[in-house]
């Protein structure tokens, strides 16, 4: 290669490198839309495993709470306890394919039996079951 072109070359592969001025574009802004106040967010009913505000009993939590409680806030609780519980039993592999279906099988030992707590729950509806023979 030519020394000239080469060089030539360079600058023009450094000039694309460099930032760019950004072009301003005047648009109208909208106007804010009107403020409506949000409806009081209703206040949850007071469960034995709440030991103050924000702070829970784990081990005390019962079925009835988690129903209770907001989708968000049941599927976070769900997966909380799917680890908690794993990491007590030594569980070092889960299969996450089976997270659904096996938080499903929860879900529906608790809507069976809400006043059990949420860690019997989870024992319930995932312990081995014996076939028969």
């Known amino acids: 290669m030519k020394p000239r072109f080469v060089a030539v070359l360079?600058?023009?592969?450094?000039?694309?490198?460099?930032?760019?001025?950004?072009?301003s574009v005047q648009?109208?802004?909208a106007p804010p839309p009107a403020a409506v106040p949000a409806p009081p967010a209703p206040t949850p009913a007071s469960s034995e495993a709440q030991i103050a505000p924000g702070l829970w009993e784990v081990e005390q939590v019962r079925?009835?709470?988690?129903l209770g409680a907001a989708d968000d806030d049941r599927?976070?609780?769900?997966?909380?306890?799917?680890g908690y519980?794993?990491?007590k039993a030594g569980i070092h592999v889960i299969d996450v394919g089976k997270i659904d279906e096996n938080v499903?099988?929860?879900m529906k030992q608790?809507?069976?039996t809400p006043n059990i707590t949420?860690?019997?729950a989870f024992r319930e509806a995932l312990r081995p079951r014996r076939s028969a023979g």
């Not at 360079?10 to 072009?23: G, N, R």
């Open 10 to 23: 360079s600058v023009l592969w450094l000039a694309s490198c460099a930032p760019q001025a950004e072009q």
């Open 75 to 82: 599927a976070a609780a769900a997966m909380f306890y799917y």
């Open 63 to 66: 079925c009835s709470d988690l």
């Open 104 to 106: 499903g099988k929860v």
């Open 85 to 87: 519980l794993a990491a």
């Open 110 to 112: 608790c809507a069976a």
């Open 118 to 120: 949420v860690p019997q």
């Open 27 to 29: 648009t109208a802004a």
